[in-house]
């Protein structure tokens, strides 16, 4: 791939597509996410940790052309908001220095743009910074939805009340969810899992609950009646889906 070239100068402001590319299979990214992915001179995406390429970056890598330049930004992973604050801004720096002279830039965003992503606060903070971006979503197939597929079951039926968990929750919390909820995923599962195993075994749970580690992609694994595996060793990309109802 290209990794510099000169920018020509040009009146137009080119457009930051967030372009959706699924959950892990290259497949699952849109007709319309993968036409404007080709179509953009500039692929932006979160960097990879200890020069590793990232999860978006090796999903949209069989689409590329070597004709296109890669741009990886680094999105710390921590909570403090400055920290994450200060890396958003000179991520938009740098994208803006291509939309400025007129080209597209493409952010390929594991999962669906709109579903807990990074791009939402690159795209935020781009509008902030300069208003004159244009910015546009693309939607796709966020993780739970791919990991329904897997298990081949529908996420949900009928009446049922889906609740979706983020990996920052409480125990109460997701108590108190189970209680009232007929179907619950928690993404990123992997740093409280022993915590919602009891939690999941005192409610009697266990055997209509499934762990997807790295959905559709091919060193998927899927874990079923966790009744016998209460000390599960999972990766960062792990989700929980139970089944409270019927």
């Not at 938009?92 to 791009?119: H, I, N, P, R």
């Not at 009446?159 to 995923?185: G, M, R, S």
């Not at 790295?214 to 960062?236: C, E, F, G, I, Q």
Request: include cysteine; charge should be neutral.
């Amino acid at each position: 791939m290209v990794i510099g070239r000169w920018l020509s100068v040009s009146s137009r402001i080119g457009t930051l597509y967030g372009i959706s590319v699924g959950a892990g299979d290259p497949e699952l990214i849109t007709v319309k996410g993968l036409r404007l992915l080709q179509k953009s001179s500039v692929v932006a995406f979160p960097a990879g940790m200890q020069d590793k390429a990232g999860m978006a970056q090796t999903i949209v890598a069989p689409w590329l052309s070597s004709e296109q330049l890669l741009l990886p930004l680094t999105f710390p992973y921590v909570q403090d908001l400055k920290v994450l604050t200060q890396a958003w801004q000179k991520a938009a720096e740098q994208v803006w220095q291509y939309l400025q002279v007129g080209q597209d830039v493409a952010f390929a965003c594991e999962g669906d743009v709109s579903f807990y992503s990074t791009f939402t606060y690159l795209a935020q903070t781009i509008q902030q910074q300069y208003p004159e971006a244009k910015v546009q979503f693309i939607p796709g197939v966020c993780s739970p939805v791919a990991a329904a597929s897997v298990l081949g079951l529908p996420l949900t039926i009928r009446q049922q009340k889906l609740v979706v968990l983020p990996a920052i929750y409480n125990v109460e919390e997701l108590k108190t969810v189970l209680d009232w909820a007929d179907v619950v995923v928690l993404l990123k599962v992997s740093s409280v899992y022993e915590q919602v195993w009891q939690i999941l075994q005192q409610k009697g749970l266990l055997k209509s609950s499934w762990v997807i580690e790295r959905a559709t992609l091919p060193d998927m694994v899927v874990h079923s009646d966790l009744s016998d595996r209460p000390n599960l060793k999972l990766p960062y990309f792990s989700l929980l889906i139970v089944k409270v109802g019927n």
